[in-house]
């Protein structure tokens, strides 16, 4: 009785293949691990070799033919490469979406259900994190597939967004804003430290604080330092402590434009 | 028999004035409002109107000849009338200190017992913060007084650390990259989906995952995005859809930075 109550379980769920056996889709097995609404059935990658800490998959292949029928293909390789592996999947039913901010729904156009399932976050196979807190911005080409992604989106994930190629794209140019530029920063300001032999640790409460301040007061509100107060003597006395070129020009040119939006010139 | 025992516990206490009525003042007499080791027990500034939230400190003033004898004076006032509001000070016996990060301790050697209390975090009236999490900077020219602002940080702040002027001013350098500069790429996230009609908040949870890892894992090593994978398809493709100069240049200007470090130029 109970093997029959899992079969007919299985049945009911939504099945999913993935492609690629990157950070994100080894995120997405993981999340979806103990779902009752789907299951990944089958994982592709090129070799098998890297697939094997994708313990939650029970069928890895690295034979694009062998793609079995599922409700859902998430493809999750690298931009240039997902309209090309998407031709493997011509003659499937099931909805078919890759998870890139930079690329249109489009490069998908070969297949009648196409669609794009876009988490807003940087993943690391070796690092943890709260899914739960994971926007998601959903695209699709029919109205009946965003709800699949959207119940996707809630069994695992945080709020879904609904937005399309263009405006996808601008979310990706301003989450290399606050994440990879903000993280370069985070390195400008740590290696500078140990160039100079002091522990870099010790900026890591202001870096969190800075972050989540964010939650409740708008950027806008909370810039404070010596370029918002016009301190033409701390500007000029840090340029001159700096090590490199690079540091000062980037010191120089985010001095200006804060000093622009709050109306003064540096 | 009570009133006794707090008199003789109010004698054992270190006195401690604060000089300047801004944000840090107020966080100090704050922190320190439960405090049985030490006893905010003045303040000046040179206007009373500004001193009405400081509900801490009994004894609010504005002029400067009525301040009184105290083992310790903090001053938390803008970085170029430090020197001068020290003068004030001038026959007082007690430790005299200031707070500013950009500023050397020398500025106060007409005093015989001079030092720097430096709280690396910046500081908003209306903003609650976790005191414990706030490393100090400490330098004073006796040894003996350096035990005096280790003993206030143990009471009431984070680590503290022991840093002269020289090093000190690089930390405050290193701090504007990650916190005030940071804080403007915020700004520039939020500015540009706001102006394309998406809500920024979308960003949030990138902004905060983005510094929480940086507890755990070196800047050079978290780095991700176009730049570091040398994706020229994206860079142009971002450069073409912001929408002003300076936007495009701190865009060109940190990729470039981004490519110069991880070995490849874009």
Redesign the interface.
Known sequence: LNLLAELLLLLCMDRIVLIGGGNVAWHLQFALKHSTEFKVIQIYNRTLESLKDFKFVPEHIDDLSKIKEADLYIICIS??AIEEISQALEFKKGLIVHTSG?TPMNVLCKHSRMGVFYP???F?KN?S?KYK???I?IETNHKSDSILLKKLTKVAF??A?F?NSE?R?????????????????????????EN?A???E???????????????????K???????RN?F??FD??LE??DNP?QK???K??S???S??YGHKL
Do not use: M, R, W
Not at 172 to 178: S, T
Not at 202 to 220: D, F, N, S, V
Not at 222 to 228: D, E, I, K, R, Y
């Open positions: 931009d240039h930079a807003l976050q940087s690391n690092k994190i807190n994971i926007p911005c945080g709020k967004y937005y405006q794209k601008k979310i990706h140019v301003a989450a290399v804003f606050v994440n990879n530029f903000v993280n370069h920063l985070y390195y400008l300001g740590y290696n500078y430290l100079n002091i522990e870099p010790i900026l890591y409460p202001l870096i969190k604080e800075t972050a989540l301040k964010i939650k409740k007061t708008h950027p806008l909370s810039q404070t330092g010596p370029a918002l301190d003597i701390t006395a840090h402590i700096l690079i020009e980037i010191y040119l985010i200006n434009s804060i622009n939006i």
